[in-house]
């Protein structure tokens, strides 16, 4: 079974300085990856996802991901935060088998001023 | 076109009692989701279902029942609340495959059982 471990669980940073949330799974087949953010008392929504092709992934509001298979990695990155990113991100995984996405537990970004 | 919509926003309940989440999407979406959120757990999913009429068991399904009556309708049953089901619950959606689609969250339900 696949599973996906968020290494931190609180990241603070100040605004304008880069961050990186990291993302490990543990899977051995091929995966499809996923970053979800959650604002204050909102529900999700998709941030980027890894299906196939470029290893390097964009998605919205400047964020980056980096998948890397040697290192069953799936970091998220962006080079200046903003307060307005302050939130909690979720990273996640699926299978080929028609399985529901696994979520890992969450970090929470915290942008300080 | 609204997206996910979840009823009620909160909840409170005695132990004991018995309560229907509803969740409705207007995108015609095949697959429908409930998990639950908990703090330091992230989200673990209770009940899916991969089409109108279909239901099948996620990860802590126990305590909890669902049913897909509508398509565009996904209700998550309480029978006998406990304190341990105190949670929020979120409700999402996907258009068809279950591995690759996007998933589009509802606003959550947060409930309180006493």
């Known amino acids: 079974a696949q599973s996906v471990t968020q290494l931190d669980s609180q990241v603070p940073v100040f605004e304008e300085a880069p961050v990186e949330l990291r993302c490990n799974y543990s899977?051995?087949?091929?995966?499809?990856l996923f970053w979800y953010v959650q604002y204050p008392n909102q529900g999700l929504q998709l941030l980027l996802k890894?299906?196939?092709?470029?290893?390097l992934v964009k998605g919205i509001n400047g964020f980056e991901a980096e998948f890397n298979k040697s290192q069953t990695s799936f970091h998220l990155r962006k080079p200046s935060v903003h307060i307005s990113d302050t939130a909690e991100y979720f990273c996640?995984?699926?299978?080929?088998?028609?399985?529901?996405?696994?979520f890992g537990k969450g970090t929470r970004l915290s942008v300080i001023a | 076109n609204a997206g996910v919509t979840q009823t009620p926003k909160f909840r409170v309940l005695k132990t004991g009692q018995s309560m229907t989440l509803l969740c409705a999407q207007d995108?015609?979406?095949?697959?429908m989701y409930w998990y639950r959120q908990d703090p330091g757990m992230g989200l673990r999913l209770i009940h899916y279902?991969?089409?109108?009429?279909?239901?099948a068991k996620g990860e802590v399904p126990d305590g909890y029942n669902v049913s897909r009556l509508k398509k565009q309708n996904f209700l998550l049953g309480l029978e006998s609340a406990a304190p341990s089901q105190t949670s929020v619950y979120f409700c999402?959606?996907?258009?068809?495959?279950?591995?690759?689609?996007?998933?589009?969250f509802g606003p959550g339900t947060r409930l309180t059982v006493l």
């Open positions: 999402a959606s996907s258009p068809t495959g279950i591995m690759t689609d996007t998933q589009y």
């Open positions: 899977s051995s087949v091929s995966v499809y």
């Open positions: 890894y299906l196939s092709g470029s290893t």
């Open positions: 996640a995984v699926s299978v080929p088998g028609n399985t529901p996405l696994v």
């Open positions: 995108m015609n979406h095949e697959y």
């Open positions: 279902s991969v089409g109108e009429g279909t239901t």
